[in-house]
């Protein structure tokens, strides 16, 4: 059997056309693994616990006396383990201020572990 050009350039025409449009057009993406994610309940009793541990293990470091008055925002990125940003608000002889925390969770191990803790 002998096929001309035109047939089997027609031939491939018509399969690159079926190929790509059963490929989709866009996929979509969730977040990225190993990323950021926001924490959706601030008031949460783990999420206030960890932003009080984060304090206290401030003030063993060396830092100021702060009184916790409540968690801002916050994001968790999955590691070994999980890391937590929070945003909290806390006082500190009557002035109150705005700090970021990242403390480092293994709840397997029953380990936590202040990272990170700036004035913001």
Known sequence: MAYSKTSI????AVAFTLASSA???EVERGPRLGGWQPIKN???KEIRELAKFA???HRKLGGPRLEFERVLEGEQQ???GMN???VLAATSEGKRGKYE???WV???LNEKKLTSFRSV
Do not use: K, Q, S
Request: aromatic share 8%.
């Open 9 to 12: 350039l027609l031939l491939m």
């Open 23 to 25: 490929a989709p057009a």
């Open 42 to 44: 601030l008031d949460d």
């Open 55 to 57: 304090l206290t293990e």
């Open 78 to 80: 999955v590691v070994a």
């Open 84 to 86: 937590y940003r929070l």
């Open 101 to 103: 925390a990242v403390v």
């Open 106 to 108: 293994r709840p397997w």
